[in-house]
Nanobody
């Protein structure tokens, strides 16, 4: 059974940094791409980044490009999202999810089969 557990959220001031972790289990790590998504109150879920551990392919939404970095530790079966220069508009619940199309992943939430429960990120002074 594919399981995903997010951690690392919290309260941070504008301009600060956080690193989110997505610990995975229950499958061969390279058989799925992992995406990070976020959802703010009253807004749709937004895809912000993905990584395909089988070939280290990555992509970012324009809203986070240059500020967020996704990476993976294949030995630990964990995906990280380093978030720098955080802004109040980054406040949301952050989710990681797994997509079976590891060779052609997307940032569309509907393409992802398995989801974690999320971790809250609040950017406020």
């Amino acid at each position: 059974e594919v399981q995903l557990v997010e951690s690392g959220g919290g309260l941070v001031q504008p301009g600060g940094s956080l690193r989110l972790s997505c610990a995975t289990s229950g499958y061969n790590f390279e058989d799925y791409a992992i995406g990070w998504f976020r959802q703010a109150p009253g807004k749709e879920r937004e895809g912000i980044s993905y990584i395909s551990p089988s070939y280290d392919g990555t992509d970012y939404a324009d809203s986070v490009k240059g500020r967020f970095t996704i990476s993976s530790d294949n030995r630990k079966k964990t995906v990280y999202l380093q978030m720098n220069n955080l802004k109040p508009e980054d406040t949301a619940v952050y989710y990681c999810a797994a997509e079976e199309r590891w060779f052609d992943p997307t940032l569309l939430p509907s393409d992802y089969e398995f989801w974690g429960r999320g971790t809250q990120v609040t950017v406020s002074s």
